[in-house]
């Protein structure tokens, strides 16, 4: 699958969506194209290409270069081909004498203020304005050199990632505007003007001003001026492999644009179906982990964890772990082990991995990091819908009139897609928002919520609650959509229920915090204002009714008839890049892969049937059950693949007793982890980059990982499962990860028509993918719900136990933020700690005041968890009486302060809604203080394993 | 009964103290215990003579000019008052030549009536082309701007009735009239003049045009350096308000127009329609490319009149005299008056509204008075900055906008400026490109890089330099130019350029025989 790295063609303007077609003549040839494409769009499509260095086409055309003109039979003038729209007849000329003149006369001008060092530029061979000057023929420099010019110009190096040199700049825009209408930032301008235009960003320099780093800039950049640092050291890269990044639920696919096995840089694929050649400052740039000198390249293995690790051969280490479980499955049964996947696994990996558990060791005790972020949304949609996952594709959002977010931060989480919404919202989309604090789209340029409603932590369900009250008491009911597509008498019983005197706003509003009259003015703008699509995060899932809250939602879409078209709809928005893949591939303790139960007979036959083992129908254990298991001395083998429950997982003591409490801990992954350090045996993993798949994103797009590099470990992680299933007496024996993928569409109706040879020719696929739907599903619940009738749910909202007292009177929530992703292992080895070097406590300044707390203070967070130090942020984002924190370095220690209470129906944990008390204090926490000593500790023991002398 | 005194606030007037005189002549009258109504007019455009005193006698107004404030004891002690003669006397009014040979209908109550007194504009004729106006079909008030010939006033002489026949047949919810009011070209102040001495005519004519493309609110965009026509359109906008003259329904018939002057952002470009509306709408002033028209899509993306402020002040006319009446002035395609600003070298500078097709030379001669150097005329730049310079050879030709462009020359907004012999043409070529550097926006490449190697190959010109290399340079540069900026400013800056080297190429070192091959 290499390519060259241009391997797209580049209409110059973005496409028409008219479809009246308007045929006229380019050059003699004759072409048709949609109404309002451009003539420079018309003539690519014609096989013609004019000179540009403007346009492009993932931006509006701008018209400013002038190397585009062209000519047009009676009509005057030189017109520009890239603003110039078709119309019927047209007669084109792109080469004429008289361009020719005017084409080399620009040109001679871009060049007489260019510096002429083109053999050593970083761009050399890769450069518009180096391929235009030859293709208009300039052969010299009429006004010399000694004139005004910008060469002397200062660079910007000060992003970790990128450099600006405006010496080299032509004054195209085409950052800035890349920077507006792609990301949506307004972090760049031209300052000044005529000769003086320049590109400026913020006062003194890139990192000083709103720049997020997206990458659009530089992407957009047809010179050396905005241009990868990766570039600049290691030059043109060769050729390009397209693989799907390895981070957020966006999905993004990614060019991996390589020289030999060294990724030189990722550049967004334009023809990504999630991204359309968008990207963020961690897919674009954050893969240097991968070579990081932390990574563990050799499997190890220890008798305790208080030995020093001893490094091993891959067979050794396996042949070690199969002992280990051996013999505890016949110390204390397979209850007694289980496996724990991550949602940055691939799809293979994970089915491979709860393969393993359930037809080698006979147990269901396999669980997903979901567990700890959407299992509500598989639970609640699965309910009311009929199916486990969003019902939308993220295009559908430029079909949205009203924009509903709850919970969600876009712009920080899923920044990709909330460029998207940006987008939408710009075009004039209505926004509410419904968070405890004021996250970017509340207000940001360009953007402005029509209601944010700020509610108090823990308070969803009395919001959903209030919505529906209003919706159902203000005939805003949807009722012939009702009749037709849901369970009239589950409407019944909800309407009947949301109409209760005691949900309606007024009575509610209290609770929530949030005034009577926004909660009916945004319930009337959902109901009415169009098409209305609500997008949602872990706001929503992480509560003790996260499950709740779910179906509340999908109530008032079905009430209100927002759903099964473009524009509306449900949307979870998913953390991690595999969160929807890892649970469709049955890594859920009562689910086979495609949501379908343990206890099913039929879906049982046909898994013992393919696996030739007898398998369980009792749903084995969530991860919070095999914690406590543990504790109990019931729990003693666990295989965890990537995953990092030790700092992702609530109440981090809780946890890591538990770890300490088994006699067998593997751990697969690229660093010592903080699970690691509790683990006996340690496969190291390989990257994203080093190995074949698929990822799920929260759309239900399919998309392939392609293997660009050599595992550094040796082997892909799949290899590693299968290699230790055959250690375990039952051989696993793909050739390749395609042959996994075709065993699950095999097995699984909804992928039933997915193969890695679809992903070639499609680039990705959403499920559910089979005959009926060969190319996929964008949009679900078209014609009918999955499960038939869409079911209406009753949404009591139960306050959580989870009080304020006099003790601990400040709500705790947690949170992400741009540059960092999770537990951070990634990003934390990435220059993105240039952004966020340590997580810090927002904090309102009423709250800060009253304790006496200033900005960058050590303040004291504690909870009934647990206590931990961070420093004090003072911002007016939080609300008084709330506080707001990160999780993504483990020394923070976030999840200390977290509790086990946790969602009624799926176990996820609440937590964005702990109560603490917070104090001003001089040093770290005891908790913080063992921390460290037992870190220092453990990569000492690594350190160890790495000496020869202990290797032999 | 007090005894009426004029002394203009036009800004041309203030800078020569008319503040001062109309001070002096209150103070005065005041210790004289002589009752008079001191009346602050706009300017008559006779600003040799500014500031220019009238008094309201029996026989008319009569006039005194230009008078300082130690002139006013003796204009007193003259009898002034009642039209005493004096040194300072220019008899009446009407009867001063360069009045009486002007066809002044655009300009026909500037200076003469009191700039903010809504009744004073509505006792000179005010107000009844709206009048008339709101008794037609908007299609009906299209038709007789279109019959009348009207053509864009700011420089581009498009049929103004075409264009709001575009407006009103683009659907839309909302459409806009923006005024134009950016006037930046050295040499021209008819803009100013208006706004300052008749507010109300603009007022009126955007309020037509409102009627005419069902536009309900309009955008005056006025030159930041103007601070008294901002105070002044801004009295009379109010006034206009209360007698419910602006508003949600104006005069009781159910239409609806809202105005608002908004100040410019201090740049030449802004004059360009596109780069004017990105600047109301709060952008950076940045040329847009067209098509879209600002007809179709224009201010906030709606169909939007632009319009010079005396194309929108010649609708008031039309509307209350009819088409025809406007059309019989003038000559072939160029229908009615222009309000033409005379400046530079002359003896008498000012504003002459005459119909299209009076010559060059009798603007120069009869109403400029040759120069005031006393050296003969040599060059005369019309237009602006960006017209072209016409030699001696040319100044026959008549104010008419296709005789102009068959010499490779514009009209423009109507201002002349006169160079006599002293002028070095190749200077004047260079300051073309400076005025095009230091005024373009940087969008384009031919105008933003072009404009400053302009500057640089022409000082190698005058250097000496490889004089017919960089002569050929220049000339393809100005191609470039011409051909490939995307707005005026770029595309024009040749017109000076070319023409100074093709009528004076004496003053670039060349050869005049060969040249003119």
């Not at chain 1, 900005?855 to 007016?876: F, H, P, Q, Y």
């Not at chain 1, 924190?885 to 209470?901: C, D, K, L, Q, R």
């Not at chain 2, 009844?128 to 106006?133: T, V």
């Not at chain 2, 010109?461 to 540069?477: C, F, P």
Request: aromatic share 8%; hydrophobic share 35%.
């Amino acid at each position: 699958m290499k390519k060259p790295i241009n391997q797209y063609t580049d209409y110059g303007t973005p496409a028409s969506s008219s479809t009246e077609q308007v045929t006229l003549e380019i050059d003699g040839t004759s072409i048709s194209v949609p109404a309002g494409s451009s003539i420079m769009h018309a003539a690519v499509a014609a096989g013609v290409s004019v000179p540009k260095l403007c346009a492009t086409d993932s931006l509006e055309p701008f018209g400013s270069c002038r190397l585009c003109l062209v000519e047009i039979e009676g009509r005057r003038g030189y017109p520009a081909s890239c603003t110039t729209p078709v119309a019927e007849g047209l007669k084109v000329k792109t080469q004429t004498p008289k361009l020719a003149d005017i084409r080399r006369g620009v040109m001679e001008l871009y060049i007489s203020d260019h510096p002429l060092d083109c053999l050593t530029c970083a761009t050399n061979g890769d450069c518009e304005l180096q391929d235009m000057a030859g293709a208009v023929g300039l052969r010299e420099v009429r006004y010399g050199y000694d004139g005004e010019n910008h060469l002397q110009s200062e660079k910007d190096t000060s992003n970790p990632y990128f450099q600006f040199d405006p010496s080299k700049c032509i004054v195209c825009s085409r950052c800035v505007r890349a920077c507006e209408e792609v990301q949506g930032t307004f972090a760049l301008t031209i300052q000044g003007r005529g000769f003086e235009s320049k590109v400026a960003s913020g006062v003194t320099d890139f990192m000083d001003s709103e720049c997020v780093s997206c990458g659009a800039c530089v992407q957009a950049c047809p010179t050396a001026t905005l241009i990868e640092k990766s570039v600049v050291q290691h030059g043109v890269p060769d050729y390009s492999i397209t693989t799907t990044c390895a981070y957020c639920g966006v999905g993004c696919s990614f060019d991996a644009q390589m020289k030999g096995e060294q990724v030189v840089r990722m550049i967004p694929s334009k023809h990504g179906g999630a991204n359309h050649g968008h990207s963020c400052v961690k897919g674009r740039f954050a893969w240097g982990y991968a070579t990081h000198k932390d990574r563990i390249t050799t499997p190890m293995i220890r008798k305790s964890i208080h030995d020093a690790w001893q490094q091993v051969s891959w067979d050794e280490a396996i042949a070690y772990a199969a002992s280990e479980i051996s013999r505890i499955n016949q110390q204390y049964g397979k209850a007694s082990i289980g496996g724990i996947t991550s949602s940055r696994c691939t799809n293979e990996e994970v089915y491979v991995t709860q393969k393993l558990i359930r037809a080698v060791l006979g147990t269901n005790n396999v669980d997903t990091c979901a567990r700890v972020c959407h299992s509500p949304t598989g639970y609640g949609l699965k309910q009311t819908l009929g199916e486990s996952a969003g019902t939308q594709t993220f295009d559908s959002v430029m079909h949205s009139d009203v924009i509903f977010v709850i919970g969600a931060n876009p712009t920080d989480g899923h920044p990709v897609f909330g460029s998207q919404m940006k987008r939408r919202l710009r075009e004039g989309a209505k926004l509410i928002v419904a968070d405890p604090r004021q996250i970017d789209l509340v207000q940001s340029p360009h953007i402005r919520s029509d209601y944010h409603l700020k509610l108090r932590p823990g308070t969803n369900v009395a919001l959903i609650s209030a919505i529906s009250h209003v919706i159902v008491t203000e005939g805003l009911v949807k009722e012939d959509f009702v009749r037709e597509r849901c369970e009239w008498d589950s409407f019944e019983m909800w309407r009947d229920f949301a109409a209760k005197p005691e949900n309606s706003p007024e009575a509610l509003s209290e609770e929530l915090g949030v005034p009577a009259e926004d909660l009916r003015a945004a319930a009337r703008l959902y109901a009415t204002g169009g098409n209305a699509a609500i997008y949602y995060g872990l706001g929503v899932t992480e509560h003790s009714q996260g499950s709740t809250m779910v179906m509340g939602i999908a109530n008032i879409a079905m009430a209100t008839g927002n759903v099964g078209r473009e524009g509306v709809g449900v949307n979870p928005l998913r953390g991690q890049n595999n969160v929807q893949g890892s649970c469709d591939m049955g890594s859920m303790p009562h689910e086979f892969t495609g949501y379908r139960h343990v206890s099913d007979d039929a879906t049982r036959a046909l898994f013992e049937a393919a696996w030739g083992r007898p398998l369980s129908a009792d749903p084995g254990l969530r991860i919070p059950n095999m914690l406590d298991a543990a504790i109990e001395g019931k729990f003693k083998a666990l295989y965890c693949i990537g995953e990092d429950i030790a700092q992702s997982d609530p109440n981090t003591q809780h946890v890591t007793h538990a770890l300490e409490s088994m006699e067998c801990v593997i751990v697969q992954d690229l660093f010592l982890n903080e699970t690691a350090k509790f683990a006996h045996v340690f496969f190291p993993g390989a990257s994203f980059l080093e190995k074949s798949g698929t990822f799920t994103n929260a759309e239900r797009r399919i998309s392939p990982v392609r293997r660009v590099m050599t595992p550094k470990n040796g082997m892909e992680d799949w290899e590693i499962t299968a290699k230790l299933s055959t250690a375990l007496g039952y051989p696993m024996q793909y050739g390749h990860a395609s042959d996994i993928l075709d065993e699950i569409a095999a097995l699984t109706p909804t992928f039933r028509g997915v193969s890695f040879k679809k992903l070639d020719e499609l680039g990705s696929v959403q499920w559910p993918c089979d005959d009926e739907h060969p190319t996929g599903t964008p949009i679900m619940h078209i014609d009918e719900f999955v499960r038939g009738k869409g079911k209406f749910f009753i949404t009591q909202y139960v306050p959580t136990t989870e009080k304020v007292n006099g003790r601990y009177p400040l709500l705790l929530t947690t949170g992400r933020i741009l540059s960092q992703y999770n537990v951070g292992a990634q990003t934390r080895r990435t220059d993105n700690v240039a952004w966020h070097k340590e997580d810090v406590l927002e904090i309102h300044p009423h709250d800060a005041e009253d304790r006496g707390i200033q900005e960058g203070d050590w303040v004291g967070i504690s909870s009934r968890a647990g206590e931990t130090v961070m420093r004090a942020l003072i911002t007016e984002r939080v609300q008084p009486g709330v506080v707001y924190t990160t999780f993504h370095h483990p020394e923070s220690g976030a999840n200390v302060i977290t509790t086990e209470n946790s969602d009624w129906a799926t176990n996820c944990p609440e937590f964005k809604v702990t109560a603490v008390q917070v104090n001003k204090v001089s040093q770290i926490s005891d908790w913080q203080r063992n921390f460290k000593r037992f870190t220092e500790q453990q990569v000492n023991f690594v350190e160890q394993a790495s000496k020869p002398a202990n290797v032999s | 009964m007090s005894i009426k005194v004029y002394v203009p606030r036009d800004s041309s007037a203030l800078s020569l103290g008319a503040h001062d005189v109309a001070a002096a002549i209150s103070a005065e009258a005041q210790a004289r215990q002589q009752d008079i109504q001191l009346i602050r007019n706009g300017s008559r455009g006779m600003f040799w003579l500014e500031p220019m005193v009238e008094v309201e006698t029996a026989q008319g107004r009569v006039a005194y000019g230009p008078v300082t404030p130690d002139d006013v004891a003796s204009l007193f002690e003259a009898d002034f008052l009642h039209g005493g003669k004096h040194p300072l006397s220019l008899g009446l009014t009407a009867e001063i030549a360069w009045l009486k040979k002007q066809e002044r209908l655009t300009f026909a109550r500037v200076g003469i009536t009191d700039p903010v007194s809504l009744d004073d504009y509505i006792a000179h004729d005010g107000y009844r082309g709206l009048h008339n106006a709101l008794k037609l079909s908007a299609a009906e008030i299209v038709k007789q701007v279109t019959d009348s010939g009207l053509r864009g006033r700011g420089g581009a002489a498009f049929p103004t009735g075409i264009k709001w026949n575009t407006v009103l047949n683009a659907p839309a919810e909302q459409k806009y009239i923006v005024c134009n009011a950016d006037e930046g070209d050295s040499g021209t102040y008819s803009d100013r003049m208006i706004m300052e001495g008749d507010p109300y005519v603009l007022i009126e004519g955007m309020t037509i045009a409102g009627l005419a493309v069902g536009a309900t609110q309009g955008y005056i965009y006025l030159r930041s350096e103007y601070p008294d026509a901002l105070h002044i359109l801004n009295e009379a906008i109010d006034h206009a308000y209360h007698a419910g003259y602006l508003g949600e329904n104006i005069l009781g018939s159910g239409h609806r127009f809202d105005l608002e002057v908004r100040r410019a952002a201090g740049a030449y470009v802004c004059g360009e329609e596109t780069s004017l509306l990105e600047s109301l709408e709060g952008k950076r002033g940045l040329v847009r490319f067209k098509p879209p028209l600002p007809a179709i899509e224009g201010l906030f993306g709606k169909p939007t009149v632009v319009n010079n402020v005396i194309s929108l002040a010649t609708v008031p006319i039309i509307l209350d005299k009819g088409g025809e009446f406007y059309r019989d002035f003038g000559m072939g395609r160029s229908r009615g008056t222009l309000p033409i600003q005379l400046a530079g070298n002359l003896k008498q500078c000012g504003l002459v509204e005459k119909a299209f097709g009076i010559t060059l030379r009798e603007l120069l001669e009869d109403f400029g008075g040759g120069s005031a150097s006393g050296k003969p005329i040599r060059a005369v730049q019309v237009g602006g900055p960006l017209g072209a310079y016409l030699p001696e050879s040319q100044f026959d030709t008549p104010m008419d906008y296709e005789k102009f462009s068959e010499i490779w020359a514009v009209l423009g907004h109507g201002g002349v400026v006169a160079f006599d012999t002293s002028v070095d043409m190749a200077k004047m070529a260079r300051y073309a490109f400076e005025f095009c550097a230091i005024e373009s926006c940087g969008k384009c490449t031919p105008c933003r890089i072009g404009s400053t190697r302009g500057m640089e190959v022409m000082d190698k010109v005058m250097s000496g330099q490889n004089k017919d290399e960089n002569i050929a340079l220049v000339r393809d540069l100005s191609d470039t130019m011409l051909n490939g900026s995307l707005c005026a400013l770029g595309g024009m800056t040749p017109f000076p350029v070319l023409s100074a080297i093709n009528h004076f190429p004496e003053d670039f070192g060349l050869d005049k025989a060969q040249v003119a091959k």
